[in-house]
């Protein structure tokens, strides 16, 4: 054992250089899975904890009165696996928002504003107003004032202090924003849903006008809350809890809203109806794509480290042949030089790997709260990372297993090749070996070096490969969003620049057309309705569209769009859960409950209902549901030839038509402006901190790779200032060996992204239907990447080459 601890001693000693690097990149490394694992988990457990805590159902639904009345509610707790049903009345209005002064600060923009009375529904936790902690003791919001979601802080730039201003008929009501709650159902904005909370007594007034608008209008029952938006209704809502007898078989939230929709009257025709899954999947939909991408990022790390690892040990074996030789002439066997190796390597790995761990375990919380924006939950407490543990264990495991791989080279060491550092009898000149020319001295020697020792280089053309493939997909990543039009093609989605609905029977879309062309032409115009249905008991969003050039024909993964009243554009995640491929049927329930056939013309790749929706036919939709044109309003969607008009376009109809029209936004994606930014900034944000992070790591691998050359060539390199050659000179030919190979590998990895690499961001962007993404890389950026990379290691190597002053020439003469 003594002989065992004095050589790994003695090797750490030695080449503490390398070993104190290769601890830092895999700590880097470490420190990334650690981090993406612990905030993977903790945002996925806190997501389940705060639903169980509130209390939420293990289905959640919303519907009118008429629809949702105590008949149906009885049918579903006549239900063997249902427990008990909680029962709360809401409404829905039209909210603006206002400062003190009674300036906008914003407009409705969600599908759906729900208002609800303090304590009659599930139980909400208040968040103190910098979304850190909860308050110990909150109460509940006074008669003139609203509690919001940070959600709508965040997309609508609502502060305290302001007001949110419900208009009911021809009322409004002004009430003081004055806190924040957690909403672990409705919460994150991929909910398309804004929550609100009132006093117990001001919820009751409104209620009740609210109640007694919709008694009172000629159009009710209608078959999905979606055809009222922006009016005022009145909701039920209800939370269906499991029995622990249902719980205990195996039964999920998800097989119970299937159970609620085959078994129940009101369930088979239900619009809003979710799982508790389903919500969690909402609230994590974003998450899961981003920690996914950084997934990616810390296994690129470990691929380097690995590589640096590789290269290390080969370096190590051949600098200390003569070593390693005399130590086995000396009676230790080969077993020990390999467990020597193995040790060394391992502690360097283990020092590093344990100090990310604790690192990344110690910054992860320091991001809860900016990701609460995106769940709409505050995660405050840390979950024991056994799934991080096992996976570093693996990846130490596999990092030993390839040390040892190498080792095994020590077994062939003989004293007498050892005299001769591992050299034949005869050595032969490099296949592609050249002269050395005075005029392109620097480059002779480099190109002299690397055809000598390829199998040195072939690590740093290994690194040089994934780091530029890594940010070359960064950069394709950011390119496809830097726009928030080029976000809403990238996702799938479109937008109107102009929505006009008419008020006036007498008013007809061509006068409004013909007002619009005096000031702008139209590039595009249609109409747009949207649904619910309900699908193996999940609601499940339908969209009708007159005009199917609105969105990109790259959002179609396979097929066609439908053009017949009788096809489907289906999402990706439907058609997943479906089975659903190109010319299959499938079957949805009409407003009567009897079944209809529409034929898959398509897949869909798109954002809409995280790749849950699907595209009709205008008509198509209208047959299914049966929705009444007035129930629908008179409404047309506009795209200008230059959206720069539109403010101008808006006054002009403002003045020629007045009340006699309404300019309310109704577009579908009305409410994506803001979350579709956020998703951006993100991706952006997260995507050029790597990159920027890549090119540190760059210069880490250049200095470890470095290092071990110059301990290697030691002896060339004082043959070289023997002979007469400058520092300077060396130094170039050095920085010009990490150019030539750093160049090859980062334009093989760039080609590789720009051919592969937007069908792996498709399959990461898939988790939410994206799954025909297209990463955006300029020939520009795919010939300066490769340069910008190839510099920065050229530099690096240049300034390590300033070690090559230390090189001492009588000292080698005396070895």
Not at 10 to 17: E, H, I, S, V
Not at 82 to 101: C, D, G, K, M
Not at 174 to 184: N, Q, T
């Amino acid at each position: 054992m003594e002989p065992l601890r004095t050589l790994v001693l003695a090797g750490l000693k030695r080449d503490k250089k390398t070993f104190i690097g290769l601890g830092i990149l895999v700590m880097l490394a470490s420190f990334a899975l650690t981090f993406t694992l612990c905030l993977s988990t903790d945002l996925t457990t806190r997501e389940t904890a705060a639903l169980q805590e509130a209390n939420a159902g293990d289905a959640f639904a919303t519907d009118f009165p008429t629809n949702l009345n105590s008949q149906a509610i009885d049918d579903i707790k006549a239900l063997p696996e249902v427990e008990s049903v909680l029962e709360t009345p809401t409404f829905s209005v039209t909210v603006n928002f206002e400062n003190a002064q009674g300036k906008t600060v914003a407009n409705t923009t969600q599908s759906s504003e729900i208002f609800e009375a303090w304590g009659t529904g599930i139980s909400y936790k208040m968040l103190e107003d910098n979304f850190d902690t909860y308050k110990t003791n909150p109460t509940p919001p006074r008669a003139d004032e609203i509690y919001i979601t940070p959600a709508i802080h965040i997309l609508q730039n609502v502060n305290i202090g302001d007001f949110a201003v419900l208009t009911i008929g021809d009322k409004q009501v002004r009430l003081k924003i004055a806190g924040y709650f957690e909403d672990p159902q409705m919460g994150t904005p991929f909910m398309d849903t804004n929550r609100y909370l009132l006093a117990t007594e001001t919820f009751n007034a409104l209620h009740a006008e609210v109640s007694d608008i919709f008694n009172s209008a000629t159009i009710r029952g209608e078959s999905s809350i979606f055809a009222r938006a922006h009016t005022a209704f009145p909701l039920t809502e209800i939370n269906v809890y499991m029995t622990p007898a249902a719980q205990a078989s195996g039964l999920t939230s998800q097989d119970l809203t299937r159970i609620i929709g085959e078994n129940t009257t009101w369930g088979a025709s239900a619009t809003n109806l979710f799982s508790s899954q389903t919500l969690a999947g909402y609230a994590l939909m974003v998450v899961n794509v981003a920690t996914a991408i950084l997934g990616v990022f810390a296994c690129l790390l470990f691929a380097i480290a690995l590589v640096i690892c590789v290269h290390s040990v080969s370096a190590s074996i051949r600098e200390g042949y003569v070593d390693w030789g005399i130590i086995k002439a000396l009676g230790v066997p080969a077993k020990t030089l390999r467990r020597t190796l193995a040790l060394q390597y391992m502690i360097a790995a283990l020092a590093g790997m344990v100090i990310g761990f604790v690192v990344g375990i110690a910054i992860e919380p320091f991001t809860w709260s900016a990701f609460m924006l995106l769940t709409g939950v505050l995660t405050q407490n840390a979950s024991f990372p056994s799934t991080i543990l096992i996976c570093l264990a693996t990846l130490m495991v596999l990092m030993m297993a390839t040390v040892f791989l190498k080792a095994r080279k020590l077994s062939v060491i003989s004293p007498l090749s050892a005299l001769r550092s591992g050299h034949g009898d005869v050595r032969f000149s490099p296949r592609a070996n050249c002269a050395i020319n005075g005029s392109w001295l620097e480059a002779s020697l480099a190109w002299r070096a690397i055809v000598a020792q390829k199998r040195s280089y072939i690590g740093l053309a290994a690194c040089s490969l994934l780091l530029c493939a890594f940010i070359a997909l960064i950069f394709g990543i950011g390119g496809a969003l830097n726009t928030q039009d080029a976000v809403y093609k990238a996702f799938g989605l479109w937008e109107s620049d102009l929505s006009v609905s008419l008020e006036n029977d007498n008013l007809s879309f061509e006068d409004v057309n013909s007002a619009i062309e005096e000031v702008c032409p139209i590039k595009r115009v249609w109409e747009e309705a949207v649904t619910m249905i309900n699908i193996n008991g999940e609601s499940r969003t339908f969209v009708g569209l007159t005009d199917m050039s609105i969105f990109s024909d790259a959002t179609v993964v396979s097929g066609r769009k439908p053009t017949q009243t009788n096809e489907a554009l289906v999402g990706m995640s439907l058609a997943s859960d479906m089975g659903l491929s190109v010319g299959d049927k499938l079957m949805l329930p009409d407003s009567t409950g009897a079944e209809k056939e529409y034929l898959v013309s398509g897949i869909l790749s798109a954002m809409l209902n995280a790749g849950y929706g699907t595209i009709l036919t205008y008509e198509g939709l209208e047959q299914l549901v049966s929705i009444e044109k007035a129930n629908r309003g008179d409404s047309r969607q506009y795209q200008l030839v230059d959206p720069n008009k539109t403010d101008e376009v808006r006054t002009a109809l403002e003045t020629r038509f007045g009340e006699d029209i309404s300019l309310e936004d109704t577009g579908i994606f009305r409410g994506s402006t803001n979350m579709v930014a956020l998703i951006r900034n993100l991706f952006i944000t997260m995507g050029y901190a790597m990159a920027a992070f890549a090119g540190v790591l760059a210069c880490v691998a250049v200095a470890l790779i470095s290092n071990r050359m110059f301990t290697s060539e030691r002896g060339d390199l004082g043959i070289y200032r023997a002979l007469g050659f400058r520092v300077r000179a060396l130094r170039i030919s050095f920085a010009l060996r990490f150019l030539s190979i750093a160049l090859a590998g980062s334009a093989l990895g760039t080609a590789i992204t720009a051919l592969g690499g937007s069908w792996l961001v498709s399959k990461l962007f898939g988790l939410f239907g994206v799954g025909n993404f297209a990463i955006a890389l300029p020939w520009w950026q795919v010939i300066l990447l490769p340069l910008a990379l190839s510099l920065i290691f050229t530099i690096s190597a240049y300034v390590s080459g300033n070690a090559i002053r230390q090189v001492n020439i009588r000292k080698l003469v005396v070895e």
